[in-house]
């Protein structure tokens, strides 16, 4: 049994009044005052502790042999089995580094640049002449579903067939994260996925990054390399599109700042590093701790559940000075966490940059006049992975 502070409500009273509900819809304030005054509290909501200041972020991240991914109640691991994601130490690498080759940032951008450009373009020729659009699922969304079909070589399946899988998927991540069991639409949807996966396998390297890590996976079985694919799908659509549609309504929430990016179309990057820093999609990570520990005062036992809030971690003023600003010209908006640190840094950080400069600069460019739909306001929301559900813009 893992074991719980009997003391929490008056040593953590910050995080013993925490809901699930305040972590979802608006964290930034309950996660302000928990850095200020609770850096490392224990949460009933979330059965376990929540580390909110950067400094205790990185050092959780960074140091595996103390705070872990490898456990069985790991949420994705129950989900889609065991992979690079639940795995530390010799076998992190083994699941990892089959992969890692080809998400370094010069093959991404020999491989990807221009089919990114294509299906961008494609996207947004359907999304106009307006007047009105839905960017989430009309460019975010689409433009992530085809990048990952085409790494793992199932660009000639239906999108709706991959949005179902992934959908079912991301639910069933958030509702084990919250404390439920796996439900039975996410195994089914690894199921689905599976069956398309596996005939990629066999195909030759040049085909696909999947095909290649594949051929190039020494020691991994076939159910380990689907068990992969399917945290590189998940993970490159909804993390990739929650960066591109977070940016969106960032910029378009910000006229001002979107003005200064139409002077300086130079600070895109930076424009994109400080909306991840704002609101990462990724809102969350879990650990949990292989000993007995103490972190900043806090008592944390063998097993216990340690949640890292990248979401809390990015708005730290000790790094970030006035943190709930965006700011284009902020100076060190890329010392963000939004991919992770330590041996877990996102692999697919390169690629889901490469996603959101193409999108975003294309979008500006043949919308001069995009503005947010002020009768359907957008702002956004979840627990674990955090994006608006809808983007509603006037063209």
């Not at 302000?32 to 224990?42: K, N």
């Not at 999304?127 to 689409?142: C, D, K, Q, S, T």
């Not at 929650?242 to 309504?249: C, K, T």
Request: glycine fraction near 8%.
């Amino acid at each position: 049994m893992v074991w719980s502070p009997a003391i929490g409500t008056t040593t953590y009273p910050i995080g013993a009044a925490a809901t699930l509900a305040e972590l979802e819809l608006d964290p930034h304030p309950l996660l302000a005052r928990l850095r200020s005054g609770e850096p490392v509290s224990w949460l009933p909501a979330l059965g376990g502790w929540l580390v909110t200041s950067r400094d205790l972020a990185l050092q959780v991240m960074r140091d595996a042999d103390t705070f872990t991914v490898d456990d069985p109640r790991f949420s994705t691991g129950r989900v889609v089995g065991q992979s690079m994601l639940t795995r530390d130490g010799s076998e992190h690498d083994r699941h990892r580094d089959p992969f890692a080759r080809a998400f370094r940032l010069a093959p991404v951008r020999e491989r990807f640049s221009e089919f990114v450009a294509a299906e961008t373009d494609r996207l947004l020729d359907a999304v106009g002449p307006g007047p009105e659009a839905e960017l989430r699922r009309g460019l975010a969304g689409p433009l992530a579903v085809a990048v990952v079909a085409y790494a793992l070589g199932l660009e000639h399946a239906e999108t709706a067939s991959v949005l179902g899988w992934y959908d079912a998927i991301v639910d069933a991540v958030t509702q084990v994260t919250a404390g439920s069991d796996v439900p039975a639409p996410g195994r089914s949807a690894f199921e689905d996925l599976r069956a398309a996966i596996e005939p990629m396998l066999e195909r030759d390297p040049s085909f696909s990054l999947l095909a290649a890590a594949a051929g190039d996976a020494a020691g991994l079985e076939p159910a380990e390399v689907v068990s992969n694919a399917a945290v590189l799908m998940f993970g490159g659509i909804e993390t990739t599109e929650g960066m591109i549609a977070n940016a969106i309504l960032h910029l378009l929430s910000h006229p001002d700042q979107l003005a200064l990016l139409r002077r300086e179309p130079g600070l895109l990057p930076n424009a994109i590093e400080e909306s991840l820093r704002l609101e990462p999609a990724a809102a969350v990570v879990d650990r949990y701790a292989t000993r007995d520990v103490v972190l900043a005062g806090a008592s944390i036992r063998r097993r216990a559940l340690v949640t890292v809030s990248i979401t809390g971690a990015n708005r730290d003023p000790g790094t970030f000075p006035d943190p709930d600003r965006f700011d284009l010209r902020r100076e060190n908006a890329r010392l963000h966490l939004a991919f992770a640190q330590g041996p877990h840094v996102c692999i697919g950080m390169h690629l889901a940059r490469l996603e959101a400069h193409t999108a975003l600069a294309r979008l500006f460019e043949r919308f001069p006049g995009l503005r947010l739909d002020p009768a359907r306001p957008a702002a956004p929301r979840g627990l674990v992975f955090r994006k608006p559900r809808a983007l509603d813009v006037l063209l």
